[in-house]
């Protein structure tokens, strides 16, 4: 049985819209969740995100155009800077004076993240919005030019349309101090599944995909936490048996000591 592992990295805090997922540098998330889906349609995503609202950071994944459609305004899309880094540099084999070009427009993007590392939220937002703003004003008006030169079906081309089509979703990050300029936090959280993946090709069952699944969100939790996950699952196994099912949440990983 074959599926795909998916994770919500992420904290919930309170605000006047509600509640919204944050990525914070500097603050420790509070916990980590996994979870196994059939395949990478989009039933994955829309099972794991229902009913939430907030900002949600992603690449251009299709399978999740329908939970943003749906959501109506709700689930903000926050985009990926590393994802459309990347393409650049995919596309310098071919055309290394454009690619260059581009990799070091957005290289001046996370130069302004490091200049902020140490703000708040509210100050970096600013921040972002007095250095940030301009560099993407510039970048948008090269991408625009290029995409004219470009030839068509060429790494180029295919670097240039996915950031002009993602551009809404890449600048959002300037609006909201919380936000994180890209996914990469998500990405190396999944790196270990990207690494096992010939191993953990089958499964066995869908019941055994959603079994590693949850080992793995409180193994990822405990690393988190800095909890030592062999002494977490033998103390939790020597306690469940005597714990009542409303006291179930003590033996969390964001309860351990």
């Known amino acids: 049985m074959r599926a ?34 059939r395949g990478r349609c989009r039933d994955g995503p829309l099972a794991f995100l229902q009913g939430f609202r907030g900002f949600l950071q992603c690449d251009a994944y299709a399978g999740y155009d329908e939970l943003f459609r ?21 596309a310098g084999k071919t055309s290394p004076r454009e690619a260059h070009e581009a990799v070091a427009r957005i290289r001046q993007l996370y130069a302004v993240e490091d200049e902020a590392a140490n703000l708040d939220a509210t100050a970096r937002a600013d921040f972002r919005r007095q ?32 950031a002009t089509n993602q551009w809404a979703a890449l600048s959002v990050y300037t609006t909201d101090g919380d936000l994180a300029i890209d996914n990469n936090r998500a990405e190396r959280a999944i790196k270990p599944f990207a690494l ?8 066995g069952s869908d019941k055994g995909g959603r079994t590693l699944a949850t080992l793995c969100s409180l193994t990822a939790t405990c690393e988190l936490r800095g909890v030592n996950p062999w002494a977490y699952l033998k103390d939790v196994l020597t306690r469940l048996p005597n714990t009542a099912p409303r006291q179930l949440a003590s033996l969390l990983p964001v309860s351990a000591q």
């Open 4 to 37: 795909r592992v998916v994770e919500h990295v992420g904290r919930h805090r309170r605000r006047a819209g509600g509640h919204r997922p944050v990525l914070r540098r500097r603050d420790p998330l509070r916990a980590r969740r996994r979870r196994a889906a």
């Open 70 to 90: 749906s959501a109506k305004g709700a689930v903000v899309e926050v985009g990926c800077w590393a994802h459309a880094r990347r393409k650049f540099v995919e």
């Open 196 to 203: 096992g993946r010939k191993n953990w090709l089958f499964f």
């Open 131 to 162: 250095k940030a703003t301009p560099v993407l004003d510039g970048l948008k008006t090269w991408l625009d030019r290029e995409q004219a030169r470009a030839l068509p079906k060429t790494p180029l081309a295919d670097a240039i349309t996915y």
